[in-house]
């Protein structure tokens, strides 16, 4: 299993870009069935999650060509109904199939995708909109039977801003009959590219970005092109690696617009933060503060993708800092990693209590979760001495060659087998 090993300590400077964002190529890739036409899409990462969404639409009957950070998706020869299970079990938003399926081909067999490393993950605000729309969902086996006589358009009320319920809802009402409202709807950038992805083919939805989404229904849907948006996680990423290594790094193609809440929290803990239209700089302090209170939140609240990043630089900063994560249930196994390398961290539920400490110390750890595995990864430029890191899968799901990346900024990281 390959591994990194990282030599703490240097600080982190220079200039890099962020590329497509992973959790904005995953629904538009499920949305390409829709059209029964031909989609070009441009800045996507080389990620596992987005070669699991690739060998699903292959599996379907898809025509998928990628060249470089592009991907070509001709849907006008799906013939499959079945989403293959082994793919839904290593990636669960693939769940998001569901609402493009029933708008194409009006079935669908779908297996349960089930928990996964940071929590249960339940589907019932999905199950329960596309049932409302008119969808027969018989649930057996642990696979979901899905099929409509043609799915109609609803009011609906999410008792809770889901991403992926929003987008499985929207992929439904593209082609459902009438006009589809969506209250509470989740809004996160990545909701505003699927629409203007979606737009650009013919389809008429508006709103995304606000709680309240508006899907009217159409039948013809022409080939388009789209740009992904730039991934405001991995820039955060790398932010707070300047931040904690005492760096000064400038991330070019980035949407400062996407980024605020994560500014402002940076700027807490004594970091300088220069921001203009498409370019950030950021110095990290020579002495870090504690933050009162870091809440987790539906965008634009603070994002918990970025959550174990900021655990990870707290364990060092001056004093102590309160974290809530009010989004998954179980999104804290970092913590007894970063505490193995050092860090002070006490865990109650939902709330965990970082008091800083001097410095970490290198250790031999494994990552969990993606967005943790980033997290020690941080920690481990910011130790003295060397950290192992094993499992580093689930980094590269979210993370394209970040060691190379950070090689570049100066870090002392290797992968090893
Ligand atoms: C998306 O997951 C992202 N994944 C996650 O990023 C991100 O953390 C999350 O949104 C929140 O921003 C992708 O976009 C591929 P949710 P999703 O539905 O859609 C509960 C990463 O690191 N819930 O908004 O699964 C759920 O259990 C990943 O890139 C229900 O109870 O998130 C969770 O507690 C991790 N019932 C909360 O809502 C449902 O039917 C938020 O989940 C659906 C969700």
């Known amino acids: 299993m390959e591994k990194y090993i990282i030599n703490g300590g240097n600080k982190l400077v220079g200039e890099t870009s962020v590329l497509g964002a992973k959790n904005s190529v995953l629904p538009i890739l499920a949305a390409t069935v829709i059209g029964n036409n031909r989609s070009t899409i441009l800045n996507i990462p080389n990620l596992r999650d987005v070669e699991i969404m690739e060998e699903i639409l292959i599996s379907l009957g898809c025509i998928v060509e990628r060249v470089g950070n592009t991907i070509m998706v001709d849907s006008r020869t799906l013939n499959q109904i079945v989403i293959p299970e082994d793919l839904v079990r290593e990636m669960r938003s693939s769940i998001i199939l569901m609402g493009s399926m029933l708008s194409r081909t009006k079935e669908v067999v779908i297996t349960y995708p089930g928990g996964c490393e940071i929590g249960p993950r339940p589907i019932d605000l999905h199950l329960k909109a596309l049932r409302h729309m008119g969808a027969e969902i018989e649930e057996s086996y642990g ?41 509470n709807a989740a809004r996160e950038p990545e909701i505003i590219d699927l629409q203007n992805y979606l737009n650009k083919s013919g389809a008429r939805v508006s709103g995304a970005g606000t709680s309240v989404i508006t899907i009217e229904g159409v039948k013809t849907f022409k080939d388009v092109t789209h740009t992904i948006i730039p991934d405001r996680i991995v820039a955060g990423t790398l932010m707070v690696t300047s931040a904690i290594t005492g760096g000064d790094i400038i991330l070019k193609n980035v949407i400062v617009d996407h980024l605020l809440s994560i500014i402002a929290k940076l700027r807490e803990t004594g970091t300088q933060i220069y921001a203009n239209e498409n370019t950030i700089k950021v110095s990290g302090p020579k002495k870090l503060n504690s933050i009162e209170m870091l809440q987790t939140l539906p965008y634009p609240g603070f994002p918990t993708d970025m959550q174990a990043q900021m655990m990870a630089l707290l364990s060092i900063a001056g004093g102590t800092s309160i974290i809530c994560e009010t989004v998954f249930e179980n999104r804290y196994k970092h913590a007894e990693e970063l505490t193995r390398m050092g860090a002070n961290i006490k865990i109650f539920g939902r709330v965990a209590v970082v008091n800083g400490v001097k410095e970490l110390t290198g250790a031999k750890v494994t990552a969990k979760d993606l967005r943790g595995g980033a997290a020690l990864t941080l920690a481990g430029l910011a130790s003295k001495g060397a950290t192992e890191i094993s499992q580093i899968f689930h980094i590269e799901r979210g993370y394209e060659n970040l060691h190379i990346i950070l090689q570049n900024l100066g870090a002392d990281i290797e992968k090893t087998n």
Not at 145 to 153: F, I
């Open 143 to 183: 696979q979901l039977y899905c099929r409509t006589e043609g799915l109609m358009a609803a009011d609906i009320q999410l008792d809770y801003p889901s991403v992926g319920a929003t987008e499985n809802i929207i992929l439904a009402a593209v082609t459902a009959k009438g006009v589809t409202v969506i209250r």
